[in-house]
Nanobody, 116 residues
């Protein structure tokens, strides 16, 4: 069992930055891959970025060049650095972990709102 706790969401103006954090606890050896998803009102949940234990990353086309995912294995934490935020980035962001999609473990979500 793996427990994920996200933090770092909030309200930011367009062009601003936020860093989301996700701390994993429990049987983390079973979490080879970690990822961030988001879900905007009225839309399906979508993959934002993922990272495997070897450091291989994958990004949605809409966030490439603006977002960065990285993990600190010593702290059992994965981060999502979000730069040049746009109103369309507004969503609830979820941390996920497991052996890869479909992900077995999910956090409770953190709200990100981009608005002036």
């Amino acid at each position: 069992q793996v427990t994920l706790v996200e933090s770092g969401g909030g309200l930011v103006q367009p062009g601003g930055s936020l860093r989301l954090s996700c701390v994993a606890s429990g049987s983390i050896f079973s979490a080879n891959a970690m990822a961030w998803y988001r879900q905007a009102p009225g839309k399906q949940r979508e993959l934002v970025a993922s990272i495997r234990s070897g450091g291989i990353t994958n990004y949605a086309g809409s966030v490439k060049g603006r977002f960065g995912i990285f993990r600190d294995n010593a702290k059992n934490t994965v981060y999502l650095q979000m730069n040049n935020l746009k109103p369309e980035d507004t969503a609830v962001y979820y941390c996920a972990a497991g052996m890869g999609p479909p992900y077995v473990y999910w956090g409770q979500g953190t709200q990100v709102t981009v608005s002036s």
